[in-house]
């Protein structure tokens, strides 16, 4: 089984901070994805990755960065964290030229005080 | 851009009957892909549907595709309680390559009343 495994369940930081999220897949997938979820919103793209070193801006891309030195993780980085950033974040991988299927891991849930 | 716009928002039912729930979008798509979600969780794959079928089951679930209307609909039969969750559809768009790039709707919060 895919297993998509991300470092925190919850997590609370203060404005300003730079706050780091780790995501990591066992299945040697190339492409992987950061979004992040609202009420009323749904899943909005945040970045995606097709490859390592290899990086693409989603639609929501302001006050975030990525990082992905190894194929297996990607991680997520607010630059000074704002209230604004207060969200649920997913990620998920997804092997390129499969099933188009994406594994999602079970979110982080960032507040920001 | 949210592509897909799904209805109802909220459907709530009793065990045993069925749900249906609708999905639309505006672009040409590779495939259409519905997603479940249960309470504070990541989301789990359901069922793909390409652009150039027309119906595919899977257990309880029924897919449909429309392409000329650019629509879907997910079909839950025979509803249990533990189908309480959110659905999502998610597209991908056909000038998207190779990158997985989804679109995901809003969703639909489904309760199955025991």
């Known amino acids: 089984d895919v297993k998509v495994t991300q470092s925190s369940r919850y997590l609370v930081k203060r404005t300003g901070e730079k706050v780091f999220l780790e995501c990591v897949q066992d299945m040697d997938h190339e492409n992987m994805f950061w979004y992040r979820q609202d009420p009323g919103l749904g899943l909005r793209l945040i970045y995606f990755?097709?490859?390592?070193?290899?990086?693409e801006k989603g639609d929501i891309p302001e006050g975030y960065s990525v990082s992905r030195e190894k194929k297996e993780r990607f991680s997520l980085i607010l630059e000074s964290a704002s209230t604004n950033q207060t969200s649920m974040y997913l990620c998920?991988?997804?092997?390129?030229?499969?099933?188009?299927?994406?594994?999602f891991g079970p979110g982080t849930r960032l507040t920001v005080l | 851009s949210q592509q897909g716009e799904e209805d109802p928002q909220a459907l709530s039912i009793q065990e045993g009957e069925n749900a249906t729930m609708n999905c639309s979008y505006k672009t040409s798509i590779n495939n259409l892909q519905w997603y479940r979600q249960n309470s504070g969780r990541g989301l789990v794959h359901l069922i793909l549907?390409?652009?150039?079928?027309r119906e595919k089951h899977s257990g309880r679930l029924r897919v449909t595709l429309d392409t000329s209307k650019k629509s879907s609909s997910l079909l839950i039969t025979a509803s249990r309680a533990a189908d309480t969750a959110s659905y999502f559809c998610a597209t991908e768009s056909h000038g998207s390559g190779n990158t997985g790039k989804l679109i995901f709707g809003q969703g639909t919060t489904l309760q199955v009343k025991p």
């Open positions: 998920a991988s997804r092997q390129a030229g499969g099933t188009d299927t994406q594994y």
């Open positions: 990755s097709y490859d390592v070193k290899m990086k």
């Open positions: 549907i390409r652009s150039n079928e």
